[in-house]
């Protein structure tokens, strides 16, 4: 990070930046993690967004009216500390700054709802309620350093295969997929949905920009209550021309290899502090089919045939038996999408996979339907109405290439790499039937 000083010159340096300063005038900011007198001297531990760094302030040094500011000092406040910066005696840190003045900047009022530090246990539902403090927390504010590292590699994976990064509209005016999850909002009197994919939209654009992705909030009126499912989830999506299953699984395993490597390069610090050590994984992931899983199942007591869906509680079962990542391809039709295309010689199965990781689902995707006539039917299999899709229908008569993709639920991802079990854990500010707020 580099040295930069806001416009009141509260801050010249962050914590992690006093190593390089020894022996020079510093100004830095935070909040207040300790306050601890011993004597005529004061330990001031501030935290910032870099780390820990400790002030020392000695009453036989200090102008008494600097000296008495630190009993208005209350923990978690914002404070400026100048000082020149030495060598410390202290265990944990190796470089302090000898305070020479002190600003508080702004006050916390206690009682706070939490505290930061951790040293008291405070469930999910409370610290989400004040999400703001406890992402103050360094083991919850690594989650997000680590997030953010894993959305830069993930960009910065796809763009480097050719593709290109598009948005499409949230607000739509025809149910993306059917379904009954769909938020119904108000738009100017007219009945308007929340996306809950881009799934029309980025198969409309492989016609003109042949490979694209887009990364954003996704919307499903999720009225289970478990601990992998958020009503807004961020997903990863692309959509490649010219691409068929094959190849679009083989770009969701180089994406999981990368974006392993990249996180595990750039946060040593945040993993280590999330108590994860991430492998690599080799590739080509397993591959079982559907009907394989059905065969395992049943062979491990489950009462299953060809044609369920597979359960959260068949899931768990599989997982155990495959830890890690693994795909599960050739779903019956009747499990998939319409858009999904139908294996010719085997028509009730289709060009579809799930990515898991043991239990959970990471991504799911497949090859194409893209052909117009084709397209109708599977609507109409899957009762849907036809008239409804016009708009998308009309598309496929501009001359549409065959195409594939897949969507992957980052949240999910997250939980897999910082080995968190509820996927409240690893997004800021969730959304469930119980939460709306903050
Ligand atoms: P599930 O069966 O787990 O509910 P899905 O089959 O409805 O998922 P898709 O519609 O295939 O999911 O979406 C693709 C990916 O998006 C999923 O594999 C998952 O990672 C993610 N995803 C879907 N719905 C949610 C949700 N409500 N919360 C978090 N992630 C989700």
Redesign the pocket.
């Known amino acids: 990070m580099t040295s930069r000083s806001n416009s009141k010159g509260l801050r010249t340096h962050y914590a992690s930046q006093l190593k390089d300063s020894v022996g020079k005038e510093v100004r830095i900011a935070g909040w207040v993690e300790d306050l601890r007198a011993k004597g005529s001297i004061t330990f001031l531990t501030v935290r910032d967004v870099t780390g820990l760094a400790q002030a020392v302030f000695k009453r036989d040094e200090l102008p008494e009216e600097e000296y008495s500011k630190l009993k208005k000092l209350t923990l978690q406040s914002v404070v400026s500390v100048r000082g020149i910066v030495g060598r410390s005696l202290s265990k944990k840190l190796e470089f302090e700054v000898k305070a020479k003045g002190l600003e508080l900047v702004s006050k916390a009022l206690h009682p706070l709802p939490l505290d930061p530090r951790g040293r008291i246990d405070a469930g999910l539902d409370k610290r989400l309620d004040s999400r703001a403090l406890d992402l103050r927390n360094p083991k919850n504010l690594a989650i997000f350093k680590l997030r953010h590292a894993l959305v830069q590699s993930i960009r910065a994976y796809l763009i480097s295969n050719g593709f290109i990064e598009v948005s499409t509209p949230k607000l739509i005016g025809t149910a993306t997929?059917g379904g009954a999850d769909l938020f119904e909002v108000d738009y100017f009197g007219r009945k308007a949905y929340l996306a809950?994919?881009p799934q029309l939209y980025k198969e409309q654009l492989v016609m003109s920009l042949d490979r694209v992705f887009e990364m954003a909030d996704?919307f499903?009126a999720?009225k289970s209550s478990t601990r992998?499912?958020?009503?807004e989830?961020y997903?990863v999506d692309v959509e490649a021309a010219f691409m068929d299953e094959e190849d679009v699984m083989g770009l969701l395993e180089g994406l999981i290899r990368k974006a392993i490597e990249d996180v595990s390069r750039e946060c040593t610090e945040e993993l280590k502090l999330l108590g994860v050590s991430l492998k690599v994984p080799e590739v080509p992931f397993e591959r079982i089919t559907y009907d394989e899983a059905v065969e395992e199942l049943k062979a491990l007591g489950v009462d299953k045939k060809v044609g369920d869906d597979l359960l959260d509680s068949d899931l768990k079962v599989l997982g155990s038996a495959h830890k890690g990542f693994y795909f599960i391809t050739k779903w019956p039709v009747g499990l998939k999408p319409f858009y999904i295309e139908r294996i010719k010689e085997e028509p009730e199965y289709t060009y579809s996979f799930?990515?898991q990781h043991g239990y959970l689902?990471?991504?799911?995707g497949g090859r194409r339907v893209h052909d117009r006539a084709e397209l109708e039917r599977r609507l109409r299999e899957c009762g849907l109405d036809v008239k409804g899709f016009e708009e998308h229908l009309k598309v496929f008569g501009y001359g549409m290439p065959p195409h594939s993709g897949?969507?992957?639920?980052l949240?999910?991802?997250m939980m897999v790499l910082t080995g968190r079990k509820n996927?409240r854990e690893v997004t800021l500010y969730p959304r469930d039937r119980f939460r709306l707020v903050p």
Request: proline fraction near 0%; hydrophobic fraction near 35%; aromatic fraction near 12%.
């Open positions: 997929e809950q994919s996704y499903r999720e992998r499912h958020l009503s989830f997903s799930d990515l689902e990471i991504a799911s897949w969507g992957l639920g949240d999910r991802l996927i």
